[in-house]
């Protein structure tokens, strides 16, 4: 079956650029292998985001490389980051402590229900179920959720850190974030924790994939979100 998934995305393709709005993920034969080795051909099929800023911050932010795939089994993405001074939290608070990439996704643009997923260096995830008022304007709950039959693996490098992971189609179809006439598409958005240690704490820097065009860092609004389409077959 034909299928299209739009990640919404502030892209560049390695065919065309959108800005702000598209990445589209390839649909291969082989699906890549999640261990963080980097060596799958499936990621040279795949369409590479490297737009990524502070939109809180006129400082550079440091190189961030998204790919994704897709086949009838799941949808597999790769993180690939530039830290030099990678930060990795312990004990309950694991990923939130550490630098990290996220991936949220919303069952509508008004963020009605959302989910996270936030996966650090060391394979520490931090995932959640939220909900967002848009008559208050403000996010009204946040619960600790762990994503059905989730596939992650990480690893460090020497210039930084790898995150691969996989999201099957039925955990995405059972959680009603397939969209569209043909339950095709996704509502998503691309974000990265980037922390820094000080000698008076921890410098806290929000990397995103758009502009959120918010007065203070928010990932928890419909504003990071996009509209999003799987090239298909």
């Known amino acids: 079956m034909k299928q299209l998934l739009v990640f919404a995305v502030a892209s560049v393709l390695s065919i065309s650029a959108n800005a702000g709005d598209t990445y589209y993920i390839n649909y291969v034969d082989k699906a890549p292998v999640i261990d963080s080795l980097e060596s799958d051909e499936a990621w040279n099929d795949a369409n590479t985001l490297t737009q990524f800023t502070f939109p809180w911050d006129t400082k550079m932010a440091p190189a961030t490389e998204f790919k994704a795939v897709w086949n009838e089994k799941a949808v597999y993405f790769r993180y690939r980051v530039e830290d030099k001074n990678v930060t990795l939290g312990e004990g309950e608070r694991g990923a939130l402590d550490s630098d990290r990439v996220e991936i949220f996704l919303s069952t509508d643009d008004k963020l009605t229900k959302y989910y996270t997923m936030e996966i650090d260096a060391k ?44 999201i099957p189609m039925n955990t995405l179809e059972k959680l009603n974030l397939l969209k569209g006439a043909d339950k095709s598409e996704l509502i998503c958005a691309l974000m990265r924790a980037e922390f820094t240690k000080t000698s008076t704490g921890i410098d806290m820097g929000w990397i995103a994939w758009n502009d959120p065009q918010l007065p203070v860092p928010n990932f928890h609004n419909p504003r990071p979100f996009g509209t999003c389409k799987l090239v298909g077959k």
């Open 123 to 166: 394979d520490q995830i931090y995932s959640a179920i939220g909900t967002y008022d848009s008559a208050l304007n403000k996010r009204t709950s946040l619960t600790e959720f762990t994503w059905p039959n989730l596939t992650t693996s990480s690893k460090l490098t020497e210039t930084g850190y790898i995150v691969e992971g996989s």
